[in-house]
């Protein structure tokens, strides 16, 4: 599983639509629609706040491998 599917299954077992994880990051709904659409990937900055919001390690997040 590539980045943006970790982040669009995260965000949706969480129950957030992209706006709401949008709002939780102070970024706009495009971004999140770009990152999962894997027309873009986030920052260093977001991917870490991101991690922290869903609760799970970087690596977690990150990790392509086996997902």
């Not at 999140?32 to 869903?54: C, D």
């Amino acid at each position: 599983m590539n980045l943006s599917e970790k982040i669009m299954m995260i965000r949706k077992k969480e129950g957030w639509s992209q706006e709401e994880l949008a709002n939780h990051l102070q970024i706009s709904r495009q971004a999140v629609s770009k990152w999962e659409t894997n027309q873009s990937e986030p920052s260093m900055k977001n991917l870490i706040e991101l991690a922290e919001l869903f609760q799970i390690s970087l690596s977690e997040l990150t990790d392509t491998k086996d997902s």
